[in-house]
């Protein structure tokens, strides 16, 4: 049965068991619907060759090999990965088009007895799917900007919000990147992945109700943002958070224990800003740092690096700025800030 999309989020709200996506291995890691499961009826090598016979020999070769690849490929994935799934079973199958290899694949599957739906169009339409989300529509949410200089504990409020009944975007969640110097957490998602994530994520908004952003840049880590949304992060009223340098500084110090914990990264992280720091600057961090106190070493990055940059950034925002003091970051007092930030959102949305 063919499946025909009319949003990004379709897939995942229309009861499928598994969603299948048996392009090639490399195909995969560029992109793959939310979700997916990789089960390629053609690895990146068979694909390859395939496509080479297609264009010096015959379609017909190339088909004739293809299928005989296909079916090596489906029953190793049956009597593997598929080998437990019961009678019931119900997956959503796609490649590039919705063409030959997954209608292939999504044939042995039904003549077994399993419920299948073949993704129409697969993967390019539903990228167009996210293309038109993203490039092509207004962002429509009424947002505010959760903003605060660095050590503020943005993200850690943000994932607080909805217990106060705000909706909440999480780009940074979404871009596999906390969005500072110290910010990587392993390898990012490609740009594609990211504006799936971030396509999908928007279509579960609610557009008569705020929603919470934590302020960025354009680009977080190497993922940019798309220009709707950030047009209507540019125009949004912010709650600017004011913390003092000491606070700011043991909340980073317990925050990014991941970094604290890898000497080698932290000494490369450090390294990396002598074109902006004087040397004796760098050798009292990296001094700091050898001796543990990483309080100290956030302070001084606070000071010297962080809160210079913020200040030159917000010098060219127009927007309302709300300011909420806190006086505490301890985990303990996060809650009740968050009712705080929760209530000043709901003052400053005409949606609220």
């Avoid at 871009?175 to 500072?180: F, I, L, N, V, Y």
Wanted: proline share 7%.
């Amino acid at each position: 049965m063919q499946f025909t999309l009319s949003s990004v989020s379709d897939p995942l709200t229309h009861g499928f068991d598994e969603i299948i996506d048996v392009r090639s291995p490399a195909e995969f890691a560029e992109d793959h619907l939310p979700g997916a499961i990789s089960l390629p009826v053609l690895s990146d090598a068979e694909r390859a060759e395939v496509g080479t016979i297609y264009k010096q020999v015959s379609p017909f070769t190339a088909r004739k090999l293809g299928a005989a690849l296909v079916a090596q490929n489906a029953a190793r994935h049956l009597l593997g990965p598929l080998a437990d799934r019961p009678g019931g079973w119900k997956p959503l199958v796609y490649c590039w088009r919705g063409g030959q290899r997954s209608g292939s694949f999504a044939t042995i599957l039904s003549q077994i007895g399993w419920r299948v739906s073949l993704l129409g169009g697969g993967y390019k339409a539903w990228r167009g799917q996210v293309v038109q989300a993203l490039y092509e529509r207004d962002f429509l949410a009424p947002v505010v900007l959760l903003d605060g200089n660095t050590g503020t504990a943005k993200t850690d409020l943000l994932k607080l919000l909805p217990g106060h009944g705000l909706q909440v975007l999480d780009l940074e969640g979404l871009a596999g990147h906390r969005g500072s110097l110290f910010g990587a957490m392993g390898e990012q998602p490609g740009q594609r992945c990211f504006e799936g994530r971030l396509a999908v994520a928007m279509a579960a908004l609610d557009p008569a109700r705020p929603v919470v952003i934590e302020a960025e840049s354009a680009q977080i880590g190497e993922r940019r943002l798309p220009p709707g949304l950030w047009r209507a992060m540019c125009a949004a009223p912010r709650i600017e958070l004011q913390v003092s340098e000491a606070e700011r500084a043991r909340y980073l110090a317990r925050a990014y224990a991941d970094v604290v914990a890898d000497p080698a990264r932290l000494l490369q992280i450090l390294e990396a800003l002598r074109p902006w720091q004087p040397a004796r600057r760098i050798a009292d961090w990296q001094a700091a740092m050898a001796a543990g106190d990483f309080e100290a070493l956030a302070a001084g990055l606070i000071r010297h690096h962080y809160d210079p940059r913020y200040t030159r950034h917000r010098a060219r925002v127009e927007t309302p700025r709300h300011l909420l003091e806190a006086g505490s970051l301890a985990s303990a007092d996060l809650p009740g800030l968050a009712a705080k930030i929760a209530a000043l959102t709901l003052r400053l949305s005409p949606a609220g």
